[in-house]
């Protein structure tokens, strides 16, 4: 069963969550760009909170039956990258969220709120 990308979403979001991720946000890029319908962008205050985000959202990804695409960064947990086809996501250590802060890059498109 694969989910939709809302659903989707929304998964993701409460995983990070769940792991204490901070600073969570959902961009909507449909119209924006045709990468994905949505970016998730946290961070962690250290490697190992890093990759507990990232192995929680790869853990329900499974359990949901839908698919990861790639994951890229796991092992230097300084960003880790999942492709989740519909939806992207970006776990952060604190000092390269601030240092690439990719929402400026993508400041055209709008937060979700309320995920």
């Known amino acids: 069963m694969t ?17 204490k991720a901070m600073n969570v946000v959902a961009l909507d890029l449909k ?3 045709m990468i994905a319908d949505y970016f998730v962008i946290c961070h962690g205050n250290s ?18 039956g839908s698919i990861i695409r790639g994951i890229e960064g796991m092992n230097s947990a300084r960003w880790v990258l999942m492709d989740l086809g519909d939806v992207v996501v970006h776990i952060f250590h604190r000092d390269e969220r601030d240092f690439y802060n990719i929402e400026r890059l993508w400041s055209d498109a709008k937060v979700v709120e309320n995920v």
């Not at 989910?3 to 792991?19: G, H, S």
């Open 31 to 33: 119209g924006v760009s």
């Open 3 to 19: 989910l939709q990308a809302e659903e989707l979403l929304t998964m993701v979001v409460e995983a990070a969550e769940d792991k």
């Open 47 to 64: 490697d190992i909170q890093v990759q507990a985000i990232a192995t929680e959202v790869r853990k329900r990804v499974h359990e949901s």
